[in-house]
């Protein structure tokens, strides 16, 4: 009786949070807006050994490699139905990837790509609320649509891609 008796009395707060309206009236309108997760970037050592694991061993859909000079990696979309993975390989010795998997030698989440409907007001407005983005315009990302990274430490330590929808 005693567990009965701790979820008794932790289940109302549970519902008071959930059904807390409070949090949702206090986001100020925007210019611009968030989307949808358009994907999850993963560092890889191994281009073809990731590549293998997805299409082979877990039956997903999996892209040809396309090189990124100017972001400095070569990149893989895994089809997932609802979003993608992104596995990144270095490019180059200048490449970001190349320095993240000298500090993860077996890889790791990069980033994670969220589509905005306006780069540009978004980044205007980002700038005057104090986060920092990493370029002064927007590239071209792998997809062919502008993007911009988001320095992750605004970001509670995630690197935050935005991609133009």
């Not at 990837?97 to 407005?125: P, R, W, Y």
């Not at 986060?131 to 911009?148: F, T």
Request: with cysteine; aromatic share 4%; proline share 5%.
């Amino acid at each position: 009786s005693g567990l009965l008796t701790r979820l008794q009395t932790s289940a109302p707060a549970v519902r008071t949070l959930s059904s807390s309206k409070s949090s949702s009236q206090n986001i100020p309108s925007c210019l611009w807006k968030l989307g949808r997760l358009n994907h999850v970037a993963i560092a890889v050592p191994d281009l073809e050994k990731a590549q293998c694991l997805y299409r082979d061993v877990l039956g997903a859909q999996v892209s040809e490699t396309v090189a990124l000079p100017e972001h400095g990696v070569y990149t893989v979309f895994v089809e997932l139905g609802n979003t993608k993975l992104e596995l990144l390989h270095p490019l180059g010795e200048k490449s970001p990837i190349a320095s993240f998997l000298q500090k993860n030698k077996t890889g790791g989440m990069h980033h994670i790509c969220i589509e905005v409907d306006d780069i540009k007001a978004a980044m205007t407005e980002l700038k005057k609320k104090q986060i920092r983005i990493l370029s002064e315009e927007p590239k071209i990302g792998a997809h062919g649509k502008p993007v911009i990274f988001l320095h992750p430490k605004d970001c509670h330590g995630v690197l935050v891609e935005l991609e133009q929808a």
